[in-house]
């Protein structure tokens, strides 16, 4: 039973893609169907990547951000970009949250002390995450980087390479994590009755 089970759960979960190629993250990415037009990949989906980061000006969608002047850069950074169709930000939010929930609990499980401050997470004071979330007018989006090193960054930071954990997997199995998360939580959605 749990296996049948566990095939129809993976019927509603989003597809998934690592790419282990290096590839930049300039904002521009959070678009709506971007992994479809880069990686050939339908409908909601989580794509992790590892590369370099430069987003400034009007490629940053934090407008709070954007009027202090502030920019986001660093040379290595495992980039998490996730797209789910239906525009409604608050769903987007919520999203991103799971995302960075998982994400904690994923850092924590390897020994890590992790402080989250909203969608933003610390370690001993440096921050090791960047994350956002808007919406395009056909869907959620969602960017969660989180520092590879603290090379090339603007304030201080923490990262992986701090914590002696490999990106690579670390990315695989926190999209894999997000996805079977989505897809237990539809089959939940599938299970009960009306209240009374």
């Not at 960054?153 to 894999?176: K, N, Q, R």
């Not at 959605?189 to 009374?196: E, F, I, N, S």
Request: hydrophobic share 45%; with cysteine.
């Amino acid at each position: 039973m749990a296996r049948e089970w566990g095939r129809d759960v993976a019927l509603i979960e989003p597809r998934r893609h690592f790419d282990p190629a290096p590839r930049a993250y300039r904002g521009a990415e959070l678009r709506s169907h971007f992994i479809y037009d880069e990686y050939d990949i339908q409908g909601d989906a989580v794509l992790a990547f590892i590369g370099p980061v430069e987003v400034r000006g009007d490629d940053l969608v934090d407008l709070a951000d954007r009027k202090q002047g502030l920019h986001i850069a660093g040379a290595e950074m495992l980039h998490v970009i996730v797209e789910s169709f239906g525009a409604d930000l608050d769903r987007a939010v919520l999203l991103q949250r799971l995302l960075v929930l998982l994400a904690v609990e994923a850092l924590q499980r390897a020994g890590a002390r992790i402080e989250r401050r909203g969608d933003d997470l610390y370690h001993d004071g440096g921050k090791i995450s960047v994350s956002i979330a808007t919406i395009s007018p056909v869907s959620c989006l969602v960017h969660l980087g989180i520092n590879v090193s603290n090379e090339g960054t603007p304030v201080a930071t923490a990262s992986l390479g701090d914590l002696g954990v490999d990106a690579a997997a670390f990315g695989t199995a926190l999209i894999e994590a997000y996805a079977r998360e989505l897809g237990l939580m539809a089959r939940a959605a599938t299970k009960v009755r009306a209240a009374r």
